[in-house]
């Protein structure tokens, strides 16, 4: 088990919250990873980082897999224009590589926003430390264990 996911598993037990972890395979999409895990789409919940432009921190957007991240609204939430964020800032803020970006077991405190359309949904699957790697958990837990505010910031 690599170094992320038994954080993310750390992160899930500590909260108690059942670190039932899954290997999905190969997805590279949304789609290919609500087929893979036998949910809806906007089951699954992304992991979005920007960077502030003025910050220089990295920014989570946690949204629904059908539900893409509005430039605009994100950066009125944020509060300062956002940039893309590179590989490096991604790992040094939270420890893991694009694509396996876990909503929990962050390196470092992040500043989190989530999609209000994934609170439609009990049961939600996020990422788990890796591409490869998802967890199902009651997505009305998520705010409180991400600390993330709710907001609309999808188009």
Known sequence: MSKSMKRVRRALEE???PAEIHELGETRTAEQAAEAAGCALDQIT??????????GE???FLTAGGNRVDAAKAS???GEPLGKADAALIRAQTGFAIGGVSPVGHLNPIRAFLDPRLLEFDRIWAAAGTPRHVFPMDAHILPE???AQVADFTS
Do not use: D, H, Q, V
């Open 15 to 17: 909260a108690g919250i």
């Open 46 to 55: 992304k992991s979005i980082i920007f960077r502030g432009e003025e910050s």
């Open 58 to 60: 990295a920014i989570l």
């Open 76 to 78: 009125a939430l944020a």
């Open 145 to 147: 264990l991400t600390g």
